[in-house]
């Protein structure tokens, strides 16, 4: 049925796109079969977000800054979850759970806690403050000293950079995977699409593109699970249904002699520490990182007013558990189709169709090390990325599947690729350019120079996830950073921002000193244990791995500013009245 003449554009236009990719890839399967109706579909969804992102084109500099504050709480709530959920959150969280079981819990109550508290500490007075960067508002919090603003700026894109890497390199890996392009070229296809929807109208059209791009994430991550699940008798809600597979995976794996068992706690190592304490310090750090991230606390801009800020907060939050809910059903699913294969003959697994299909990929590894000719639990492994993309094989679905996961992948790739983009160029152009450079730039000016500053950071980041494929060494680097990105948040913005908004006593001082001081504690760790492979320190008998060396590079910063702050002289009745306003309810 044609779409309503009265519909807005801003429905109507990407929704007839739509549905001529549809009509597109149902005529490309007899002309060039799964492949060419793979292609259109993939192609054809980045096409159906540059459609609603053109219908929503503007030149105003509210749009591209802060989306003309005028985002309902519900959208933003969508699109802060599209902006979060990465390539690594939609392809790898299920595999990471896979693997460490119970041990990986730090990701998902770390992430959850983070948007709970922010609904509470930092989002209402961040919408409140009436600013439109983050830099912008450490600024302002430092007593208008613009010192701390090129900090903030700097902090900015230590964090920002990498992450907007590592998912232009998701995107070629999604390509590469599903369609045979090589990811280097698809790298650079990721940047043509991220750029394309923010160069319209910047934050505005972006939100509303990341709105769309999470419906369809989180569509194309729960079909094959609950397809899945039908098949394993889990319906109606595979949520609440899956005890009993635990219980299953657990037995199957106490029989085969698998140690540890997938359920124990604590029993691996987790970003290089080992213990309790690894554990709790981690969970901690990626929740106050969760609360410092750039180009999430720039989401709180865009809505209404302060309590669209926080509703949008907890919409955020449901639309996110989603997802991560989702996740531990696929990884069970997973083991449990993986332990299938036990004690099998070796001839009956390599003829197994999903076990032929990803064997040639190096996903999946098949060893008879003890030359018996039955597989054992130790000979077959697998990669974290088979767990979402390769469920459809494991089960057998319709081979449709496969191509609907890739879209769901790159719509969570672009959507935190758009976000990232955007934060880093608006801040350049409206921290750096307009603040120091050019104060007088008009509005057609700043948003000129924004645009240009998007193609900029977007080739230098297709450069760099083009380096991260050709060369495996860089390739872990950057994997490592993105990891980081989370204590280098923790370590500078979230205390800043905090001590800002609830200790008036902080001044200028002791915020430049704070991020400092944060960061070098940071920084210098996570390089020497993750990339040089020198020895985590111990406390208390347990070695503190990177992540969890966040929480004390967090009250490293807390305590410098909290105390340089004392010894200085205090801020004046400007500060404290800029303060005042944005811990005053509307």
Sequence with gaps: MAPAKGMSPVVRNPLITAIVVVLLAILAYPVGGQYLTSLVLIIGSILVYLVLALTLRSQAAADFYVAGRSIPAVVN??????????????????????????????????????????????????????????????????????????????????????????????????????????????????????????????????????????????????????????????????????????????????????????????????????????????????????????????????????????????????????????????????????????????????????????LPTGLVKISDANGDGIIQAAELSFHNDIVVVGMPDMFGMLWLISPLVAVGGLAAALSTADGLLLAMSTAISRDIYKRFINPQASEAGEVGFVRAMLVVIGLVGGYLGYLAIRDPGFSRYVALLVGWAFVFAASTFTPAIMLGIFWKRLNRYGIVAGLIVGMAVALPYVLAVGIFNAPPLALFGQKIGTIAWGAVSFLANALTAIVVSLLTPPEGKEREAFVDHMRMPD
């Design 77 to 358: 709530g969508a699109a802060t979850a599209a902006d979060w959920m990465s390539a690594a959150s939609f392809l790898s969280m299920a595999g990471i759970i896979a693997f460490l079981g119970f041990d990986a819990l730090p990701y998902v109550i770390g992430w959850t806690l983070g948007y709970t508290l922010m609904a509470f500490t930092i989002a209402p007075f961040v919408r409140k403050s009436g600013t439109y960067t983050v830099p912008e508002l450490i600024e302002r919090l430092a007593g208008n000293w613009s010192t701390a603003r090129v900090i903030a700026v700097l902090m900015v894109f230590i964090t920002s950079l990498t992450y907007l890497t590592a998912q232009l390199v998701g995107v070629g890996v999604v390509f590469s995977r599903f369609l045979g392009i090589p990811a280097t070229i698809a790298v650079f296809v990721g940047v043509f699409g991220a750029l394309a929807y923010a160069w319209t109208s910047g934050w505005r059209s972006i939100t509303w593109v990341q709105f769309v791009q999470y419906w369809v994430l989180i569509s194309m991550y729960l079909l094959p699970v609950l397809i899945a699940s039908a098949y394993l008798g889990l319906l109606p809600i595979p949520h609440l249904q899956y005890g009993p597979l635990l219980a299953e995976v657990e037995a199957r794996e106490a029989a085969a002699g698998v140690s540890p068992l997938w359920t124990e706690p604590l029993a691996r190592p987790f970003a290089g520490g080992t213990g309790m304490l690894n554990w709790i310090l981690a969970a901690l750090v990626l929740m106050l990182g969760t609360m410092g991230l750039p180009h999430i606390l720039v989401r709180f801009y865009t809505v209404t007013n302060v309590h669209a800020a926080r509703l949008s907060v907890g919409w955020a939050l449901l639309f996110i558990g989603l997802l991560y809910t989702t996740a531990s059903i696929y990884a069970a699913i997973a083991r449990l189709s993986i332990s299938n294969l036990w004690n099998k003959p070796l001839d009956v697994v390599m003829n197994t169709t999903w076990i032929q299909k990803w």
